[in-house]
Structures are given as structure tokens and as C-alpha cells.
């Protein structure tokens, strides 16, 4: 059976099999990885099935064009992402594209003809940080991902984005022709899983984006000196790792406490050295995600957690190093779309909520150029960078005709 006659649910069934660690549980299929490239494959066979033109843009960004009966109009343009975290599920991000596939499949075979508004799907590559920082497509496509960047970005295994690029027979010096002319595009629009429990816990089906909240994410490293867990008193330490753990719960007391009520503060991970048992830690890291949609109340928030480190790492004599990773700039879904989603879904007389989108997402990049707006489907339990992660099928069907919808209405907006 082809992909298309599979429909969505479908599709996302087939994608999730394209893993690179199904012994490891959940999805794995990092981007500029030779799996990523099979499922990028898979999209653009989707993608030329249904009649679009499609291209792959010199940083690996897919995009499939539906030519509107007016072609000279920027063009609203919709997707979203196919590389996953590690061991994560089989809708976040696959959803996005999936069903802008979908959706331009219903908008140019439906009664109401050809668009005006030509109508571009794109897969963006590399919206999950392996390499660091989330968004590098988009941020390539903004011009916010320099040749050097590529080569300082580096993953786990210290692999670079240059080095991964290659790997998959892309050219790095030529990030710079990956962009996005601004002239070109009236509209993006993202559908998306919530990935929290706003929608389920309101029994809402469908989630219309006004804010989306943006990191500052930090790489702190705390050295202090490697020493005998048994020979060494505890006056006469410098524990790097007591100096980390004591900074992570401080972080956490500052995300808690934050006045905008909508700061969340993470140290998502945490390493220490050489770490043995009998060693007192002589290095520790901390990485670090700060998030609002309140950008004053994230900077406060972050400038409190620098005074803390300093205050504390002072008090143990350590030393402490802090690297920024990302800090982006949360984001105000433009009216014209936000009202486009409302009106489809009036439309279809389905109900729905406005919300803050507490993930980020390539739309959070593509808004330094042009106006974007999302659309969210209920994420059951809230689960999401999961295995256990799930959005039901009728709840799949129905974001994918709001998304239809919406882009009707932008594509025939004058
Ligand atoms: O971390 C995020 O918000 C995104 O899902 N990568
Ligand atoms: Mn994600
Ligand atoms: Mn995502």
C-alpha cells in the first residue's frame, strides 16, 4: 500500500520503524545520521506522491512546494521536524510534517480548487540538540548558524555538525546558501503535539498557540581538586560535585520562586570526575535549560543563578566556568495566523483553547523572519520525549484538518 493511501497514523507508524536504537526502547533517529537521511527519503517520496516539487536545501532542510493559481504571492509555508531525541516517541515533530502532508493533500484535491497561496512543506534538520543547541535547520535558514559554528558544535561523542554533515554527503561551506528569503513566505504555521497536559486536563482537542517560551541553556563546569575520599577531611576539600548539586537545587528554588509563574528551570544533566567511588570529584558539569515566555523573568531568573554560582563556588574554592549554549528569544504567535486557526476551527465546530507552547520549536527561529503561529493536538498523559509518548488517531485526523484549514485561510488571505 502506498504512503499516502496509509494516511497519517499510518505514515507515523512506518516512520517510527526507521530507529537507530530499538533496543534501547522508544525512537532514536538523530539527525545528519544515515537513518535520519532514510526518513528524510520516506518524506520526500510522501511528498512528490501528492504532486509537490521537491528539493533539499544544501544544510538538509526537505521542502515540498504545492504551487498556488497565484505563484508570484509569498507562500505559507508548514512542517516541522523527523529527528528525534534519544529513546523519544513517534509523534513529536513527525506529526508536523506528516500532517502538512496531508493537509496540502486535502487543500489541492478539495471542491474549493488550487490555493491562491503557493504552500511549502519543510522538514527542518536537526530541531532535537544533538549537537548542543535545538533548531540548527531553522537557525541555518535564519542565518543565525555560522561555518564555524559547525565546526565548534559538537555531539556526545564529539562528533561535529561539520564532521556529521559530511558523513551524509551534505558540503558544510555551503551552510550559507541554506537561506530562507523572508519576501518569499506570508505565513509559517507548526502543527504540533503539546507534549504537557493543558489540553487533556482541560478535555480540549485543540491547542492554538499565542506564546511559545524560549531557553537559555548554559554549560557550567565547576573544578575543584581530585582527592582521597578516605585520607581527605572534610575542611580540607574542594568537591567539585557538592559545589554542583548545592548550585542545581539553588536553580531549582529560583524556577519554583520566579514571579512570572511560568519560569521552568532544569538541570537536565550532570557529570562528575574522574568518577570512582573513593574520589572526591575534582570536575563537575551541570547543563543547564531556563525557559519563560517571559523574557525579563528568564533573564532574572538566569542573572540570580550566575550571582549563585559565583557566591558558591567562591565559598568552596572552586572555579567555575559557564558556557552559553542557546539563548533565544520567546516568542508572540502573529494575530493574523492565531485567528486563521481560530476561524478553521469554527469552521469545523471544534473547540479549542489558546495556549503557551512551554517546548521550543523551529517555529521559535523561523519568527526573526516571518510571522508564525502553531497549532497543538493533546499529548495523553502529557508524556512526550518518551516511548510511552501518544496522541490518538481521531485527534491526529482532527489537527490535521484545523491545520488544513488554516492554511486555507492564509493562503486565500489578500
Ligand atoms: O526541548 C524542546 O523544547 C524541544 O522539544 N526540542
Ligand atoms: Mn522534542
Ligand atoms: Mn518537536
Known amino acids: 500500500m502506498s504512503g499516502v493511501a ?12 526507521i530507529n537507530s536504537d530499538p533496543a534501547a526502547g522508544g525512537i532514536t533517529r538523530e ?16 511528498m512528490r506522491e501528492i504532486g509537490l516539487s521537491v528539493r533539499l536545501d544544501p544544510f538538509g532542510n526537505l521542502f515540498g512546494r504545492l504551487e498556488g493559481s497565484d505563484p508570484t504571492a509569498p507562500a505559507v509555508m508548514t512542517g516541522s521536524h523527523i529527528d528525534t531525541t534519544l529513546n523519544a516517541g513517534a509523534y513529536d515533530g513527525v506529526l508536523g510534517v506528516l500532517g502538512a502532508i496531508e493537509a496540502v493533500r486535502q487543500l489541492s484535491s478539495g471542491a474549493e480548487g488550487r490555493p491562491r497561496r503557493s504552500i511549502e512543506v519543510v522538514v527542518f534538520a536537526g530541531e ?6 535545538g533548531c540548527i535547520g531553522s537557525r541555518a535558514l535564519v542565518g543565525q548558524l555560522s561555518r564555524e559554528d559547525l565546526d565548534a558544535m559538537r555531539d556526545r561523542s564529539g562528533v561535529s555538525i561539520a564532521e556529521a554533515l559530511r558523513g551524509v554527503g551534505l558540503d558544510p561551506d555551503r551552510v550559507g546558501e541554506a537561506s530562507l528569503d523572508p519576501s518569499g513566505v506570508m505565513a509559517f504555521v507548526e502543527l504540533h503535539i503539546e507534549q504537557g497536559s493543558v ?21 557550567v563546569t565547576i573544578r575543584g581538586a581530585a582527592a582521597h575520599a578516605g585520607a581527605t577531611p572534610m575542611h580540607a576539600r574542594r568537591d567539585a560535585l557538592a559545589g554542583a548539586v548545592e548550585a542545581a537545587v539553588e536553580l531549582e528554588r529560583l524556577g519554583r520562586e520566579s514571579p512570572s509563574g511560568t519560569t521552568v528551570a ?24 531556563i525557559r519563560d515566555r517571559d523574557l525579563a523573568a528568564r533573564d532574572a531568573v538566569a542573572d540570580a543563578f550566575l550571582a ?3 557566591e558558591i563556588t567562591e565559598r568552596r574554592g572552586l572555579e567555575l566556568e559557564v558556557a552559553t549554549i542557546a539563548r533565544d528569544t520567546p516568542v508572540q504567535c502573529s494575530p ?9 476551527c469554527r469552521e469545523l465546530a471544534v473547540e479549542h483553547v489558546e495556549i503557551t507552547s512551554g517546548a521550543y520549536h523551529d517555529a521559535m527561529l523561523m519568527s526573526a523572519k516571518v510571522p508564525v ?8 498523559g502529557g508524556i512526550s520525549h518518551s516511548p510511552h509518548e501518544y496522541t490518538k488517531p481521531d485527534d491526529i485526523d482532527r489537527g490535521v484538518h484545523v491545520l488544513a484549514g488554516t492554511l486555507r485561510v492564509l493562503a486565500e488571505t489578500p
Open 6 to 17: 496509509l494516511g497519517v497514523n499510518g505514515q507515523i507508524e512506518q516512520l517510527a520503524h
Open 31 to 46: 539527525v545528519f545520521t544515515a537513518d535520519y537521511m532514510t526518513a528524510n527519503d520516506y518524506v520526500a517520496d510522501l
Open 128 to 133: 532535537e540538540p544533538r549537537f548542543g543547541s
Open 199 to 219: 489540553l487533556e486536563e482541560l478535555g480540549v482537542p485543540i491547542g492554538v498557540v499565542t506564546h511559545i517560551a524560549a531557553p537559555h541553556d548554559m554549560l
Open 266 to 289: 532544569t538541570v537536565g544533566a550532570i557529570s562528575a570526575s574522574p568518577g570512582a567511588i573513593n574520589v572526591i570529584p575534582g570536575e563537575a558539569e551541570l547543563k543547564v535549560d
Open 308 to 310: 549563585a554560582l559565583a
Open 336 to 344: 493574523v495566523i492565531v485567528d486563521a486557526a481560530r476561524a478553521a
Open 373 to 380: 503561529g502553531m497549532i497543538f493536538v493533546p499529548s495523553v
